[in-house]
Nanobody, 128 residues
Framework: QVQLVESGGGLVQAGGSLRLSCAAS????????MGWFRQAPGKEREFVAA????????DYAFSVRGRFTISRDNAKNTVYLQMNSVKPEDTAVYYC?????????????????????WGQGTQVTVSS
């Protein structure tokens, strides 16, 4: 079982930076791929970024590529999302999620249904 808690959200000006954290508990954390998703009002939850359990594979949504960086520290049971050059359209509730890698250590889940564990989310608001 994996428990996830996001933090680091808040209000930031366009062009600024913000770092989100997701603290995880559970003895099998290192065996999970981790992902970040976001959901804006009136929109469906969308993929933002993901990382495999060994940090050797990463993927990003086209809209954030080059601006956001996902990383993890398994010793601290924490995954991060560094958000740089933020835009007003980045405003959303950000969720972290965990997916069991199973026998595919290089596979990067990109769909919400592939993740079995979710945090409660943290609000990010970007002002223009």
């Amino acid at each position: 079982q994996v428990q996830l808690v996001e933090s680091g959200g808040g209000l930031v000006q366009a062009g600024g930076s913000l770092r989100l954290s997701c603290a995880a508990s559970g003895r099998t954390f290192s065996n999970y791929a981790m992902g970040w998703f976001r959901q804006a009002p009136g929109k469906e939850r969308e993929f933002v970024a993901a990382i495999n359990w060994s940090s050797t594979s990463k993927d990003y949504a086209f809209s954030v590529r080059g601006r956001f960086t996902i990383s993890r520290d398994n010793a601290k049971n924490t995954v991060y999302l560094q958000m740089n050059s933020v835009k007003p359209e980045d405003t959303a509730v950000y969720y972290c999620a965990a997916a069991d890698q199973g026998g595919s250590p290089y596979y990067i889940p990109r769909r919400a249904y592939e993740y079995g564990y979710w945090g409660q989310g943290t609000q990010v608001t970007v002002s223009s």
